[in-house]
């Protein structure tokens, strides 16, 4: 499984950013598909998981009610859109994938967010 994450940027705080995971490779039914971050000098933290179907998102405290993750299994790919975006939300974001048991086994290479206040 290939995961290929895309759409950070530099924003402002208040902006809004969507990022995207293009995952290749095999298919998967079960467990979840998501987002971490991480930010300098801090270790990384989950933000937001949906199954594979596109079915149960769960969220961090952190970015509940401003974050919303998504998937489209057509395309293949699962989205994290961000809203009301803070300065603490600056990290490099990495899309996630749990394939045959239920760990984060597979992962992306990275997007930077990076939000001025």
């Known amino acids: 499984v290939q995961l290929q994450a895309s759409g950070g940027g530099l924003v402002q705080a208040g902006d809004s950013l969507r990022l995207s995971c293009a995952v290749s490779?095999?298919?998967?039914?079960?467990?979840?598909c998501g987002w971490f971050r991480q930010a300098p000098g801090k270790e990384r933290e989950f933000v937001a998981r949906?199954?594979?179907?596109?079915?149960?998102?769960y969220y961090a405290d952190s970015v509940k009610g401003r974050f919303t993750i998504s998937r489209d299994n057509a395309k293949n790919m699962v989205y994290l859109l961000m809203n009301s975006l803070k300065p603490e939300d600056t990290a490099v974001y990495y899309c996630?994938?749990?394939?045959?048991?239920?760990?984060?086994?597979?992962w992306g290479q990275g997007t930077q967010v990076t939000v001025s206040s």
């Open positions: 949906i199954t594979w179907s596109g079915g149960w998102p």
């Open positions: 996630a994938a749990q394939g045959e048991r239920p760990q984060w086994d597979y």
């Open positions: 490779g095999r298919s998967f039914s079960n467990y979840y």
